[in-house]
């Protein structure tokens, strides 16, 4: 009987090795896949940004095509979420779909106007690396003539239902960390009155 039992567990070992082999084997393709669809999707917005960077058009026009940018490539719902921390949990269904598209011109207003700065300047995405249950984080360096490289990583996440991006790693500091300190001082400033918060964004 013990040599039956003994016969039995090496086969649900074997059993249990084969079918963790097989899981792995699916996922790494998996895994890899992601990774290069990533970095196709950073490849893709870096000729978008900069070509409108170089495109000569008047900053209303660049914050216009910013925001079209923007809406194509990130998942905002995400993002959003993610910047208003506990208040979008609290927040009303009208509430959250009234911030989102306030948040997202609020951003395109807040940084194309800085397009400028980055004339002539190139963006060269070096790699993709597997970030786990954070998604893949994609690395690049954008040049500047005359100014020092600045190191940005991107990461991208599927939670939308494909790869968008959701945060920025400048020089190591986290853009979604620097903008839900700064929504939570305007929210503070408002009294932490969500629409007039949201009022504030769509006139800012």
């Not at 058009?57 to 208003?84: C, E, K, P």
């Not at 986290?174 to 918060?197: C, F, I, K």
Request: charge should be positive; aromatic fraction near 6%; glycine fraction near 10%.
């Amino acid at each position: 009987m013990r040599i039956n039992e003994a016969g039995l567990s090496r086969r649900a070992i074997m059993r249990g090795a084969a079918g963790l082999g097989l899981a792995l084997a699916l996922v790494g393709p998996a895994r890899a896949d992601a990774a290069a669809s990533a970095q196709q999707l950073v490849v893709s917005l870096s000729g978008e940004l900069t070509k409108l960077v170089n495109s000569g058009q008047s900053t209303n026009q660049v914050i216009s095509s910013f925001q079209t940018i923007i809406m194509r490539y990130a998942d905002m719902s995400a993002v959003s979420a993610s910047v208003l921390g506990p208040t979008w949990r609290s927040a009303s269904s009208a509430q959250k779909q009234a911030f989102v598209p306030a948040f997202t011109g609020y951003f395109a207003r807040r940084y194309g106007k800085t397009f400028s700065d980055y004339k002539n300047a190139t963006i060269q995405v070096q790699g993709a690396q597997d970030a786990g249950r954070a998604g893949v984080l994609v690395s690049s360096v954008v040049k500047r003539p005359g100014q020092e490289d600045i190191r940005v990583g991107w990461q991208i996440a599927s939670g939308s239902g494909s790869p968008k991006v959701v945060n920025l790693i400048i020089e190591g500091v986290s853009a979604l960390a620097s903008e839900r300190a700064e929504v939570a001082a305007m929210l503070d400033a408002q009294g932490g009155d969500l629409d007039r918060l949201i009022a504030q964004m769509k006139s800012s």
